[in-house]
């Protein structure tokens, strides 16, 4: 094994160091994360990259889809985890699981289809066949193998750890760990935001997803507060001119002009949001006329105060399903849809999104919610474009090496901690990027962090 | 086919050429010219025949929202096409699905080349057009693009199509 992949007799990501190139000791990792800022190696170097897949995506929670995507027994949907494929499916017993897509006799993908509903799942090279809960039925031509061979033993691997937060599946692939709840945290409450947005407080996540691409790191979707009004100038010019229409109406005072009553949280392990709840809760009765004005609107909104006492069902229907929240690593709920972002290499990276449904509203505020989501993100869109094009731009611009810094500091000066224990400052502040890097840096070197105020 | 219908073939396929290179060159108020008051822009993502009012699209726009779509790619900040995107298209297989008085449904085919940032990428789709014949030429209703690759990830589909 080549030096320098073991400090103190730790070494640091198993599956990285194995072939001597990709050894980090920690005292290196944390000289590239420091205070108010980070080193740019991080975005683009490949052996980062790789100790990622193993620290990160292969140890941690990762989002892998909701439910609603496979209600009926034999649903299924294709996934990743980090580069590993995997398959969400719920077997005709009514269980979810989340199989690795990988057959047991000589490894290739037992299931190619994106999506559909099957009772068996069969590899065609050999013709072993599984059926939906993951269980070997049978392999071809039994009698070649022996008596110690045992078909149940063979069945395809389960992901060591599967748990549903409200519907939200995640997967880890290490059998230790902290529960989904613990690791989730103070993001639950979040999740609900969205989850009871819905007068039946069920989402459907059934209308289909963008795929976005662009040429850049994972770790540049951040959630960023002080961007809009550059990145997006050309939408807020539109939005201006039609401050009624679609999500022009929820933007009717810049949220983003540094003034506004909205912030930045990060609500510990690297989950972190742009905290807009009191803005949006400001423009109330403007928003509540455009959703009057909406076929289905006032019934909406009587269900909800109905279920709910005022403050909270005033509080959902402004915020609109809308937490605006990152779940470490690769998870996001942002405006109408569920986010997934799933890194391919140090310079790529794949952004799904799913736009939910909110069921027991009618339909027409359902298609509105597709018309506004269409209208600012997917490829043809006046907003996620112009997010993708700027990283491509970031991660071209840091090839420039001389000096290798990227400044995450804004409001370090001003940040407090919340009575919750949750870090907040101004929506423009770049707590959420220190968020994600304290946890980065974390689960990089091994050591858990479960403490938002542990800055 | 009559001759008449070989004449209409004829104008329709001219019609798509303009409407190409109108595209093609960044026209966009020529383009915007192109369309009828009750303007459907529909591109569909995932599927083909995805219903809009539970299926997200690409892009699923009224004469209104193409006006937005035109007025952002005006501006100067619209960063996805600062630069443009240089784009050439050919279009063919023109077919006359329908002809009714006044109305014409035309299906066609394009390949697309698209350059920007030194990256070459090739766009291919099948059109639906649904014309008036109107005093002022043939005016779009519906636009229906169904891109080869709807269902895959993509990268910046900014420019028309």
Not at chain 1, 2 to 16: E, H, W
Not at chain 1, 284 to 295: E, G, H, I, M, R
Not at chain 2, 107 to 122: A, K, N, P, Y
Not at chain 2, 131 to 156: H, W, Y
């Amino acid at each position: 094994m080549a030096s320098g992949t073991s400090v103190n007799g730790t070494s640091i990501g198993n599956g990285a160091s194995m072939n001597g190139h990709h050894g980090f000791s920690i005292e290196r990792l944390q000289g590239l994360v420091q205070r108010g800022r980070v080193h740019s190696s991080i975005y683009t170097d490949p052996a980062i990259f790789e100790l990622e897949m193993t620290q990160i995506f292969y140890r941690s929670w990762v989002y892998i889809g909701h439910a609603s995507e496979v209600a009926a027994p034999g649903d299924f949907r294709l996934r990743t985890i980090g580069r590993q494929p995997v398959i969400l499916v719920r077997g005709n017993d009514g269980v979810v699981r989340v199989l690795m897509n990988r057959c047991r006799h000589r490894g290739a993908v037992v299931c190619e289809t994106e999506s559909g509903r099957e009772k068996v799942f069969r590899c065609w090279f050999h013709g072993w066949t599984y059926d939906n809960t993951g269980k070997l039925l049978s392999v071809t031509a039994p009698e070649g193998y022996g008596e110690d061979f045992s078909v149940e033993e063979h069945s395809l691997t389960p992901a060591p750890r599967v748990e549903m937060y409200r519907d939200f599946v995640f997967a880890s692939l290490s059998p230790q760990g902290p529960a989904l709840v613990d690791y989730l945290a103070r993001a639950t409450s979040m999740i609900d935001l969205l989850v009871d947005a819905s007068p039946h407080r069920q989402i459907d996540v059934s209308a289909g997803c963008h795929k976005t691409v662009y040429n850049g790191n994972w770790k540049l979707v951040g959630m960023d507060g002080y961007h809009p009004n550059f990145v997006h100038a050309s939408v807020i010019a539109m939005w201006q001119r039609k401050a009624d229409s679609g999500m022009g109406a929820t933007h009717r005072s810049d949220p983003f002009d540094g003034k506004a009553a909205t912030y930045v949280r990060d609500l510990g392990n690297g989950h972190a949001m742009l905290d807009l709840r009191q803005h949006r809760l400001d423009h109330y009765p403007d928003y509540a006329k455009f959703l009057a004005s909406t076929p289905g609107g006032k019934e909406y909104m009587e269900a909800m105060f109905a279920r709910d006492d005022e403050e909270r069902a005033r509080t959902l229907l402004a915020i609109a399903g809308d937490p605006h929240v990152g779940v470490y690593p690769n998870m996001q709920l942002i405006h109408n849809q569920i986010r997934i972002i799933n890194p391919i290499s140090p310079t790529q990276t794949e952004v799904i999104m799913f736009p939910v449904l909110l069921k027991g509203v009618s339909p027409e505020i359902n298609a509105l919610r597709l018309r506004q989501h269409e209208s600012f993100y997917g490829p043809a869109s006046s907003g996620s474009p112009d997010d993708g094009e700027i990283f491509e731009r970031v991660q071209r611009g840091m090839l420039a090496q001389v000096e290798p810094w990227i400044d995450i500091s804004r409001g370090l000066s001003r940040e407090f901690v919340d009575s919750d224990g949750s870090i907040v400052a101004n929506v423009t502040d770049e707590v959420p990027q220190r968020a994600q890097m304290r946890q980065w840096l974390a689960l990089m070197t091994g050591e858990n962090s479960s403490s938002a105020a542990a800055a | 086919m009559a001759l008449d219908n070989l004449e209409l073939l004829k104008a329709v396929e001219q019609f798509l050429y303009s409407e190409a290179e109108y595209m093609d060159s960044h026209q966009y108020d020529r383009w915007f010219e192109l369309w009828d008051e009750q303007a459907l822009y529909w591109v569909p993502c995932n599927a083909d025949e995805a219903d809009p009012n539970s299926n997200v699209a690409l892009i699923y726009e009224n004469r209104d929202k193409i006006e937005d779509r035109l007025f952002r790619l005006k501006g100067r900040h619209a960063h996805a096409q600062n630069p443009r995107s240089r784009l050439m298209r050919v279009v063919s297989n023109v077919r006359i699905a329908q002809a009714d008085a006044g109305k014409v449904v035309v299906t066609s085919q394009f390949v697309l080349g698209e350059v920007r940032l030194d990256r070459q990428t090739v766009w291919i789709g099948r059109s639906q057009h649904t014309l008036l014949q109107t005093a002022n030429g043939f005016k779009i209703r519906e636009k229906k693009v169904l891109l080869l690759n709807n269902d895959s990830p993509m990268g910046n589909l900014t420019f028309l199509i």
